[in-house]
């Protein structure tokens, strides 16, 4: 990943290139949120003590802990940021960027402790007939603990086959959709006269809660019984609200081997009114189509 095309004028008149990291490029890019053109991150910036108790470790701010404290609601505190909707949006993209631009510095800069992923790289090159040698050496090679990168997703996916060929194929398949409409982001949202598209982090961070609660019920509250494996991938609608498909390898003394058995967990009606209303509320406000 090469710098991001990002030209200042000076007052001169004439073009400049500055980093993406640079500390300038906030204020310069949004004068809304950064009124007083006020530094926005700097690679300097030190931890605090409280953060940094244990020592010997990372002594710096990341980028992802710097926005990440910035897009913080704080009752004591208010941030026109947090509540500029697109713009907003905006930032939080172009937030992302930065970090994985720094993640991806990281990875250029430290490639000499990558010397076996280095070996697989040209292993991999040599296969795909790339046979120049001399071009092979200067290759940067992203390892699997960079998300969304070509090793990332093929070690999840080996993973996953390796769960498969240890229990089998999978019993049960589950998507689990974000409501917009949850009570927790409902009343987020209108005590600041905002929509669900306004924020997206308050989205993301109610949906993640409400996943690993699902997931909590169904390993440990043994919902469908004793499960062997889980799986599960989260992604994203083009309206901005995320959805998890979730894979549910169960013990054998709890495997749906009939029609009966599935049935029990697997119902396409429409509950009775009568008998069970709030049931019926949410399949007819949510499941009907």
């Not at 244990?54 to 505190?77: N, P």
């Not at 194929?169 to 689990?176: A, E, G, V």
Request: net charge positive.
């Amino acid at each position: 990943m090469g710098e991001r095309d990002i030209l200042v004028e000076t007052q001169s008149g004439a073009l400049q290139r500055i980093n993406e990291l640079n500390p300038a490029y906030f204020g310069l890019q949004y004068p809304l949120l950064f009124p007083y053109g006020e530094d926005g991150y700097r690679e300097d910036t030190l931890l605090s003590k409280a953060c940094n108790i244990v020592g010997g470790g990372r002594q710096r701010v990341s980028v992802r802990e710097f926005l990440a404290y910035r897009v913080q609601e704080r009752s004591d505190k208010h941030s026109s940021m947090l509540r500029m909707k697109r713009l907003f949006q905006q930032f939080i993209v172009d937030g992302y960027t930065l970090v994985e631009a720094a993640r991806l510095k990281f990875v250029r800069t430290h490639q000499t402790q990558l010397r076996c992923d280095m070996y697989k790289g040209l292993s991999d090159a040599f296969l795909r007939g790339e046979n120049d040698s001399r071009t092979q050496g200067k290759r940067i090679v992203l390892p699997p603990t960079f998300t969304g990168g070509a090793r990332y997703m093929i070690q999840n996916y080996q993973d996953a086959m390796a769960i498969c060929r240890w229990a089998g194929y999978p019993d049960l398949f589950i998507t689990f959709t974000c409501n917009p409409r949850w009570p927790e982001i409902d009343r987020f949202l209108h005590q600041r006269n905002l929509k669900a598209e306004d924020r997206p982090d308050i989205i993301s961070r109610v949906f993640k809660v409400k996943l690993d609660g699902l997931i909590r019920d169904l390993r440990k509250n043994k919902v469908f019984g004793n499960v062997r494996g889980v799986v599960y991938t989260i992604e994203f609608q083009k309206r901005g609200l995320p959805h998890a498909h979730i894979l549910l390898w169960l013990a054998n003394e709890d495997k749906l081997p009939s029609p009966t058995d599935i049935d029990r967990v697997i119902s396409a009606e429409i509950p009775d009114i009568n008998s069970d209303p709030m049931y019926y509320a949410a399949v007819r406000d949510f499941m009907m189509h």
